[in-house]
C-alpha cells in the first residue's frame, strides 16, 4: 500500500477522536471519499465518509455512545451507518461508516453485489481517482494520505480519470456517467479522453439507471458554477438525447439560400450559464434551458421572412410538461417554469416600442410575483456577439423596468388578486357558479388592468352590475 505525503489541513477533532476509538477496538480507520477530495481542494463540506476495515456495525454503535451522536440510522444490509456528530469548531456533521467492501454487478442492474473487502478493494471500485483517496484516523499513521491511482496528481492537474478501465467503471455503474459531467462542471475539471469516449459507448446504459437517480445528478450539474460545462459533456457523448430527447434534438444549425439560423441548443446553453451568474434559483435556471425548447416542433423556413418559430412558447410549455414527467421531476414548480416560457418573448415588443401603461399593467399582471425572473431570463436570452446590439438591447430593457417603475400600482400589481372574487359576482348578481361568471370576472380583471377602473371593491361591483345590464337590458336574466 502506497502512502504518500500527510494532509496539511489538521483533522477536525471529531474525527480525531474517532480514530482514538477504533485504535482501542483494533480496528483501521479510514476517512474517505469527497471530505478528502473538497479538503485538498479548499472547498467546505460536512458530509463525511468514514470507512473501517471489518463490521462496521459494532463500530457505528460505539462512535454514537462515546461521542453522544443523534438521529442515528442503521442500514445493516449494507453495512452502514449514519449519525450526525457536534464538533467544537465545524458545528453539527453528518456522518456515514461504512465497512470496505469489493462489489460485482449484474449486467442488468448498476446494484452491486457486495463482499466485505480490503481497503485496496473498496478505493479501486470509487468511480474517480480524485474520489480514491483515503486518510489515516488511526493514531499511527494520522493524517497520512493513501492514494493508489494517483488521484491527488489528478486533482492537481484537474483531471477526471477512473481507477479502472473506464468501460468497465461505466458498465457496472452507468450513473458514474452522469457524476462525470457534474464533477466537470462543479470543479471546473476535464475529463481525459479515454473517459469521455468510454462515455460515447456506454451511453445507452443510463437506461437501466432510475429516472430519479439521474435527475439527482442533472440538478446538481444545473446548480454548478457554470452548468453549460457539464450540459455540453452529457450532449457530447450522446446522454442527454437518452434522458432528455426533446434538449438534444434543439443542437445543429439548418440553411437554405443561405439563411442560417443559430444553434439552438448552444445558444439555450449560454442562456444558462448567463442566469447562473446571477441567480442561484435552479428553476430559474430550469426555465433558462427549457425557454426555446419548443423551437424544433415550430420551426419553418419562409423565403420573405426566413427562419420563423411561430407559437414556439406555447408548444414549449407543453413540452416542458412532458419532461418534467419523464424526470420525475417535482411537478409544483411546473408552473412556474411554464409561466417564465410562455412569458420569455413578452417584454421584447415592449422594449421596441413606446409603452403603454396598460401593456406594463399586463405585462405584470401576467408574471406576477415572478415578473422579475421574467426580466433576469429575458436579459440572459441575450447572447449575441455583436457588442453593440447587445448594449442596445439591455438599455431597451432598462427603458421597459423603468417604465415598470412608473406605474404606480407596481407593488400591488406584483402580488395582484382581483378586487372582487367570483363568489362576490354570483352574490352581487344572484347568478349561480358557471361560464358567464367567469366572463363577467375576466372583464372586469381587464378593466382593472387596463386602467378603465380603479382597484377598488366598490369601483368593481359597479362594473360587473354595468356589464350585467349591458348583457341583459331587455329584463332577460341567465336560467339558474
Not at 438599455?395 to 404606480?408: D, L, P, R, S, W
Amino acid at each position: 500500500m502506497f502512502r504518500s505525503d500527510i494532509i496539511r489541513q489538521p483533522l477536525p477533532e471529531i474525527l480525531c477522536r474517532i480514530g482514538d476509538i477504533a485504535d482501542r477496538n483494533g480496528i483501521e480507520c479510514y476517512l474517505v471519499g469527497g471530505y478528502v477530495r473538497d479538503t485538498i481542494l479548499g472547498r467546505p463540506c460536512k458530509d463525511i465518509d468514514v470507512m473501517v476495515i471489518g463490521d462496521p456495525v459494532p463500530f457505528s454503535k460505539r462512535v454514537l455512545d462515546e461521542l453522544k451522536g443523534k438521529n442515528f440510522v442503521l442500514f445493516e444490509r449494507f453495512r452502514t451507518a449514519q449519525l450526525e456528530i457536534s464538533d467544537p469548531v465545524l458545528g453539527m456533521l453528518k456522518i456515514e461508516l461504512v465497512g470496505a467492501r469489493k462489489e460485482s454487478y449484474n449486467p442488468d442492474s448498476r446494484k452491486p453485489i457486495t463482499l466485505i473487502g480490503t481497503l485496496e478493494d473498496d478505493l479501486s471500485r470509487r468511480d474517480f481517482t480524485i474520489n480514491a483517496l483515503a486518510v489515516v484516523l488511526n493514531a499511527e499513521g494520522r493524517n497520512g494520505l493513501v492514494d493508489l491511482y494517483h488521484g491527488r496528481e489528478d486533482l492537481e492537474d484537474r483531471v477526471l480519470r477512473t481507477p479502472l478501465d473506464p468501460l468497465r467503471t461505466f458498465s457496472d455503474d452507468p450513473l458514474r456517467m452522469m457524476r462525470a459531467a457534474r464533477f466537470a462542471s462543479q470543479l471546473g475539471f476535464d475529463l481525459l479522453p479515454e473517459v469521455k469516449d468510454a462515455m460515447k459507448i456506454m451511453h445507452e446504459r443510463i437506461r437501466i439507471v432510475s429516472m430519479e437517480r439521474t435527475s439527482h445528478e442533472f440538478f446538481k450539474i444545473m446548480a454548478s458554477p457554470k452548468p453549460s460545462r457539464g450540459l455540453v459533456i452529457l450532449h457530447e457523448t450522446g446522454l442527454l438525447s437518452e434522458i432528455m430527447p426533446e434538449l438534444s434534438s434543439m443542437a445543429g444549425v439548418q440553411q437554405v439560400d443561405g439563411l442560417r439560423h443559430k444553434d439552438t441548443l448552444n445558444h439555450t446553453f449560454q442562456v444558462v450559464d448567463n442566469v447562473a451568474l446571477h441567480s442561484d434559483n435552479i428553476w430559474l435556471r430550469i426555465a433558462a434551458l427549457l425557454h426555446d425548447i419548443g423551437k424544433p416542433a415550430t420551426k419553418r423556413f419562409n423565403r420573405s421572412a426566413g427562419w420563423t418559430f411561430h407559437g414556439h412558447d406555447a408548444v414549449g410549455t407543453r413540452i416542458a410538461a412532458k419532461i418534467f414527467t419523464n424526470m420525475r421531476w417535482p411537478l409544483d414548480q411546473l408552473d412556474y417554469v411554464r409561466k417564465l416560457i410562455r412569458l420569455h418573448h413578452r417584454p421584447i415588443p415592449l422594449s421596441k416600442d413606446e409603452i403603454t401603461d396598460s401593456a406594463v399593467r399586463r405585462l405584470m399582471f401576467d408574471a406576477g410575483e415572478d415578473l422579475q425572473d421574467l426580466m433576469s431570463l429575458c436579459r440572459a436570452d441575450v447572447t449575441s456577439k455583436n457588442p453593440s446590439k447587445v448594449a442596445r438591447i439591455m438599455n431597451n430593457f432598462n427603458h421597459v423596468e423603468e417604465k415598470i417603475a412608473e406605474v404606480g400600482e407596481k407593488d400591488l400589481l406584483a402580488r395582484w388578486r382581483p378586487p372582487i372574487s367570483g363568489q362576490d359576482i354570483m352574490d352581487a348578481l344572484g347568478l349561480p357558479e358557471g361560464k358567464l361568471v367567469g366572463m363577467i370576472k375576466k372583464r372586469m380583471e381587464n378593466a382593472v388592468i387596463d386602467g378603465d377602473i380603479p382597484y377598488d371593491r366598490d369601483a368593481a361591483l359597479r362594473f360587473i352590475s354595468d356589464v350585467y345590464r349591458e348583457l341583459f337590458g331587455d329584463g332577460k336574466t341567465p336560467e339558474k
